[in-house]
């Protein structure tokens, strides 16, 4: 099969970085206050553990991104830095914890991650609606979204998750299908993935669903086109788009840095499609600060027309 034709990358230099991809040392009072309380309660945060470019603005905002169930994770994704390995027991206080440190926190928006468990019996499932259910309890107005594992396209697992009721429910496909099986582990499927969140979409408690795709691996527009349609299919409401960026000489190689027109460009494309919001740039990660203030917005907006205060 003949090879996909690619995009010229226009900084594949020994300079790094493109300009675009430069951000400033964060800083802040609110930043500061956040950072502080994550270091005392022992808050796991991706925001840190992946060195999330945009930790001052989301934790500024009130925004933090969070992640259960320990720091070493049963898959070995080709992209990703976390440890991969056998992981410790669950610690049954964790949801408690969680709460009541968001709590302390006083965050308007929580988003709730985890390593992949596949060596538990649901995949975590339950240990994440404790959680959610713990969040909700302690700090009713806050927006809770939950980017799940795939939980082997389990039902049941699923099932967990959704009957908690997170107001956001979100799975990454994270490329095109033709590289899925380079990037991803073996176990994680572009239509696995697909089949998860038209599952959550289909479900009687009519959640939001939310889903991201890495660029920058050597796609091409014409199959980001085809996963943007794939995954309305699966009547995902809100999409983000972000650059690839190697965490590690061991990891796949970028194989092109996307201009920002380009993203501006796939954004369009997307809305096209019927996608409530599409979040798409170069510094733009599955959990983003736009899209979360986005989907804040479209809770207020239901709490509003089921008569409940907002304030």
Not at 29 to 35: G, H, L, N, S
Not at 232 to 253: I, M, N
Not at 272 to 283: C, D, I, K, M
Request: aromatic letters at 6%; proline letters at 6%.
């Amino acid at each position: 099969m003949a090879t996909p034709n690619r995009l010229p990358n226009p900084t594949a230099t020994s300079t790094g970085k493109p300009d675009w991809l430069k951000v400033r040392l964060p800083r802040g009072e609110a930043y500061e206050r956040v950072k502080h309380l994550v270091k005392e309660l022992k808050l796991a945060t991706v925001c840190e553990e992946a060195r999330c470019p945009n930790v001052a603005e989301c934790w500024g905002g009130g925004t933090a991104t969070v992640m259960l169930m320990g720091e070493v994770c049963t898959r070995a994704c080709r992209f990703c830095h976390v440890k991969v390995g056998a992981p410790p027991p669950l610690d049954p206080q964790e949801p408690e914890n969680l709460a009541k440190a968001v709590k302390e926190l006083g965050l308007e928006y929580i988003v709730v991650t985890s390593v992949n468990r596949d060596d538990r019996p649901d995949g975590g499932a339950s240990h994440f609606a404790h959680a959610i259910r713990a969040l909700k309890r302690e700090s009713p107005k806050t927006t809770v979204e939950v980017l799940i594992p795939d939980f082997q396209g389990v039902e049941a697992s699923l099932a967990i998750v959704a009957e908690a009721r997170p107001h956001v429910v979100a799975h990454n496909i994270e490329t095109v299908e033709r590289l899925t099986p380079s990037v991803r582990d073996r176990r994680a499927s572009y239509r696995q993935s697909l089949d998860v969140l038209r599952s959550l979409k289909d479900r009687p408690e009519r959640l939001y669903t939310k889903s991201s795709v890495m660029v920058g691996l050597g796609e091409t527009e014409d199959e980001l086109l085809e996963t943007f349609k794939d995954l309305r299919s699966a009547g995902v409401d809100v999409l983000t788009l972000g650059q690839y960026l190697q965490p590690s000489q061991y990891h796949l190689r970028v194989e092109r840095f996307v201009t920002p027109a380009e993203f501006a460009r796939y954004q369009q494309l997307a809305m096209t499609l019927g996608f409530l919001y599409v979040a798409s740039g170069p510094l733009v990660r599955s959990s983003y600060r736009a899209a979360e203030f986005f989907m804040k917005g479209l809770m207020e907006q239901d709490r509003t027309a089921r008569g409940e205060s907002v304030a």
